[in-house]
């Protein structure tokens, strides 16, 4: 079932289109690679998805209820907090949760208030905080924090003294830990040394929910995605499978369109040399075929597909009415 879907999406900068037809789904658990070359608007399309830019056309409808976690939303908000103390705000409710289970604790010890409804609520709110990974959600912000390549002694850093590097590293932690259903990941890999990109790595992999993630980095692409998501020529193309399986599938697909293209082309020099030697020959009715086969030839002109490596070199010879995708 389609957790996200995206249809028909456009977007237009001040009269420059950056994209008119992107549509795609994603199904729960899907970790799709987002790709395309810089400025085909991978960045454009995550903010329209998170509605911080309006789409020129088209829309996007997610499942109900449905969290995203995008990078650009979670900056640090109190600069004089420690960088252990930033990232654990994001569990705020455990935080609460597990305050209240001690103050019960020690009331029921302590004989204080009605025991039955103490004992009520303890159960009410164990079961919750268990359900919310009360239990784990220290474990796992300290080794999101080791993961990312902080020292035990930067954890109780300041966030203010942290460096650009250090800053973006702190703002993926809060991400990945926020527990989102959709997970949005703009080149995450950006600032990570190689042990950081491993533990995203594994952390992806093992992420329940779902995640787009745009990156340059093809062995991080291959060990966490099972679908490719390419924008090119303002249009999107789902491909299941990840970056290698994608490539091999774009090849071929791009052999396919070479040798369609080859045989058209033979095609169209095969007709034009009729119509020449139906000129030369010179009469009425032969001029009334050379009409109509150049027609022919012109039709097939205009619906050439013409593929990817060509389209520069064509370009002034033929106009291509559809390029390859
Ligand atoms: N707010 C904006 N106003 C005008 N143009 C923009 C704006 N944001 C992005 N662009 C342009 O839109 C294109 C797509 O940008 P972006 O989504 O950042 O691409 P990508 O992330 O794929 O590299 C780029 O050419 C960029 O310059
Ligand atoms: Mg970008």
């Not at 001029?287 to 086969?293: E, L, N, Q, R, Y």
């Amino acid at each position: 079932m389609a957790v996200l879907t995206v249809s028909n999406l456009s977007k237009i900068f001040v009269e420059r289109k950056i994209f008119e037809n992107i549509s795609f789904h994603l199904e729960k658990g899907d970790k799709v690679g987002l790709i395309g070359a810089n400025g085909v608007g991978k960045t454009t399309l995550f903010k329209i998805i998170t509605g911080q830019l309006d789409p020129s056309g088209g829309g996007v409808s997610k499942e109900k209820n449905l969290t995203f976690g995008y990078m650009e939303q979670h900056s640090c908000s109190t600069p004089d907090r420690t960088v252990y103390s930033e990232l654990l705000s994001i569990f705020e409710p455990l935080i609460k949760d597990e305050k209240r289970l001690d103050e019960i604790s020690f009331m029921i010890e302590n004989n204080i208030g009605d025991t039955d409804e103490l004992v009520a609520e303890q159960f009410k709110i164990r079961e919750r905080f268990e359900r919310d990974g009360g239990l784990t959600y220290v474990s796992r912000t300290r080794a999101a924090l080791n993961g990312l390549g902080f020292t035990d002694d930067e954890f109780y850093m300041p966030t203010e003294r942290l460096s650009g590097g250090q800053r973006s590293k702190l703002s993926l932690a809060k991400l990945l830990l926020s527990g989102a259903d959709i997970l949005l990941l703009d080149e995450p890999t950006n600032h990570l040394d190689i042990s950081a990109v491993n533990w995203l790595e594994s952390f992806v992999k093992e992420y329940r929910g779902t995640v787009l993630v745009v990156s340059h980095d093809r062995y991080f692409l291959d060990s966490v995605t099972n679908k490719t998501l390419e924008i090119e020529h303002g249009k999107s193309q789902m491909y299941i499978g990840n970056y290698s399986v994608f490539m091999e599938k774009k090849r071929k697909q791009q052999e396919m369109i070479e040798q369609q293209y080859e045989n058209q082309i033979k095609e169209i020099s095969r007709i034009e040399g009729i119509v020449e030697q139906q000129k030369r020959w010179g009469r009425e009715r032969n001029f009334i075929t050379a009409a109509s086969k150049q027609k022919q030839a012109d039709r097939l002109k205009e619906e050439l597909v013409i593929p990817d490596k060509e389209l520069e070199q064509v370009h002034f010879t033929v106009k291509p009415m559809a390029n390859s995708t």
